[in-house]
């Protein structure tokens, strides 16, 4: 890893990328993101070697160094790392940041889209894909347990939100840079694509048509999942064949989350991934 530079004032040019990190989450960064936290920071080191993102610069807490010092080596030397006290770090952010890891990556410049990512899926394949996922957390989740259970992408439409976020790369701990994905079009045309491409679609909601334990698992499926509060809408429903999560009478649905781990389950259970 390069050798560690230290700040000392939160104005240094060499770490304004890093400034107000909550007000810029919510007006983009041009192409790059902010991985947060230990384990992010390890995918994010993954992925650079792999050639999926590109790291751009590390700042560390000074007394998280120590901690952190293997997976800096896995950087290569190009690629600077600060380190500052609490207080700099803390004014620089904007806010109290208690983990004291953060880097900033950068998006590919030809990152796949809609069709060459379906291109690339393997003969025997399992994907999930979703539909207004507007919540940064599920959005997180649901990359998490793409992970967890060996599915080969992850299919967001354009009304849901970019798993690149914060908040949302945290809570998929570092997953969203592990797991190839687009977020693109409609979910009909995404469906539809995946149709062609001999996937058997199959949308998760309370009022799917069959339980999910009884779909027929074959080589290519895709499990689709809709918004909290709205689910799935009809145009998919009507259109794809359904499934349903049983569950004690006279509750609300499942968190989009929860059912998307269930249904992951079962389908890479069948299928040998697990």
């Not at 390890?42 to 010092?69: C, D, K, S, T, Y």
């Not at 060459?116 to 999930?128: C, F, G, H, K, Q």
């Not at 599915?151 to 190839?180: H, M, N, Q």
Request: net charge negative; glycine share 10%.
């Amino acid at each position: 890893m390069a050798a560690p530079v230290a700040i000392d004032d939160p104005d240094d040019p060499r770490v304004a990328a890093f400034r107000d990190i909550s007000e810029r989450d919510l007006v983009g960064r041009q192409g790059r993101f902010i991985a947060e936290g230990t384990v992010v920071l390890r995918m994010l080191a993954a992925a650079h070697a792999a050639g999926r993102f590109r790291a751009e610069q590390v700042l560390i807490l000074e007394n998280r160094l120590p901690g952190v010092e293997a997976i800096l080596d896995a950087f290569p030397a190009d690629v600077p790392v600060y380190v500052a006290p609490a207080r700099v770090i803390d004014a620089v952010a904007g806010f109290h940041l208690h983990r004291g890891v953060l880097a900033i990556g950068r998006r590919p410049d030809a990152a796949p889209d809609l069709d060459s990512l379906i291109a690339t899926l393997p003969d025997r394949a399992l994907v999930l894909a979703g539909c207004g996922i507007s919540n940064h957390d599920n959005a997180g989740s649901l990359f998490r347990n793409a992970a967890a259970f060996g599915a080969d992408a992850l299919f967001l439409d354009e009304t849901s939100c970019d798993p690149l976020y914060r908040k949302a790369l945290r809570v998929s701990v570092g997953s969203v840079l592990a797991v190839p994905f687009v977020r693109q079009g409609s979910i009909l045309d995404l469906l539809e694509k995946l149709d062609a491409a001999g996937f058997a679609v199959w949308g998760l909601s309370p009022r799917g048509e069959a339980e999910v334990g009884d779909i027929p698992v074959g080589p290519r499926m895709a499990l689709v999942m809709g918004t909290e509060g709205e689910g799935l809408p009809q145009a998919v429903m009507s259109r794809f064949r359904t499934a349903r999560i049983a569950q004690r009478p006279h509750l609300d649905s499942l968190n989009v989350a929860m059912a998307a781990g269930i249904g992951l389950y079962r389908i890479a259970q069948l299928q040998g991934r697990i």
